[in-house]
């Protein structure tokens, strides 16, 4: 595994197990316990698109592995991209300066653009509407790790279908095992076809809904997401749009004891702050989970000596 792309990369169960368990290995660990795969080399931060979970947990993950840093979190202004300079060209120039890259663009296969001429590895932390493999992981990990297992859940997506990168590296993840999905969305913002027809050629189940109302006391893992201002074309589109769901403490009191609440974050108004201290809402701990699954990540990366 030189570079994290794509979730095709994961679509062999064996490969997630051996992720996952060193990512718990990690959570088990002792801060001074930690190997340090990382030691003496540098990973750059590439940011062009604001991030507050993935670059905060990507960097901690780093320096906990005995890496340093050098970092951007508006690469878009604050790099010589403002002056014309493409991706190709600042990846080799990154280059010559780390020994990793971890790259969000607002771009669509930025993450493989940059890979193409890269000789140090390319995360991708969130290619426009693309990709986001490493939320997708966690959020796979997160699940696993509050319910156990994966196999006969029914799982219900909420809310930006059409834009959500983390809800299309989801599917194909989940898809691998035996699952029922709910696409809960307004009809302009459901789930893109060519996600449908693969799930069609897999036969995998699922339904499309505009609301959750006859299905919220069925649902295993309820995971939402927001309304997404930054891919709306124009302001009255997304206000037509941005309230079409918002998860109460009625509505989880519906849903079933041993079911929980995702959330890839950040949220705006799509989960009142009255669920966060229900047991069921499992967000904030879904972050945590992103830090050791990154680290579990990079020391598969770089060939880190903790082994499930």
Avoid at 74 to 83: H, L, Q
Avoid at 172 to 187: G, K
Wanted: zero cysteines; charged letters at 25%; hydrophobic letters at 40%.
């Amino acid at each position: 595994m030189k570079h994290v792309l794509s979730v095709q990369q994961f679509t062999d169960k064996k490969l997630l197990t051996e992720i996952f368990d060193t990512a718990a290995m990690f959570q088990n660990l002792n801060p001074d316990q930690y190997p340090k795969p990382l030691r003496h080399k540098t990973v750059a931060t590439i940011f062009y698109e604001p991030s507050t979970r993935t670059r905060l947990s990507f960097e901690t993950a780093i320096q906990n592995l005995g890496g340093q840093l050098i970092t951007t979190e508006n690469a878009g202004e604050f790099s010589s991209a403002i002056k014309g300079e493409s991706l190709e060209d600042t990846t080799q120039v990154i280059n010559a300066f780390a020994d990793g890259m971890v790259l969000r663009h607002h771009e669509v296969g930025a993450a493989k653009r940059a890979a193409a001429v890269s000789g140090i590895p390319v995360i991708n932390a969130g290619d426009g509407t693309g990709e986001h493999p490493t939320q997708a992981l966690l959020d796979v990990y997160s699940i696993q790790k509050a319910k156990g297992k994966i196999d006969g859940l029914k799982v219900a997506l909420v809310g930006d279908l059409l834009y959500g990168r983390t809800v299309h590296s989801l599917i194909p993840l989940l898809a691998m095992y035996d699952v029922e999905f709910y696409f809960i969305a307004p009809d302009d913002l459901q789930m893109p076809k060519e996600y449908l027809d693969q799930l069609d050629a897999q036969s995998v189940p699922y339904k499309l809904l505009d609301s959750w109302k006859d299905v919220i006391g069925s649902t295993d893992v309820l995971y939402m997401t927001r309304i997404q201002k930054e891919r709306f074309k124009s302001e009255a589109e997304y206000k037509a749009l941005k309230d079409s769901f918002i998860l109460t403490p009625k509505d989880v009191s519906q849903m079933k004891k041993d079911s929980i609440i995702l959330h890839p974050l950040p949220r705006v108004n799509e989960i009142d702050p009255a669920v966060d201290g229900d047991p069921r809402a499992r967000y904030f701990e879904q972050v945590k989970n992103g830090l050791f699954l990154r680290m579990s990540l990079l020391n598969k990366l770089y060939g880190g000596t903790l082994k499930p």
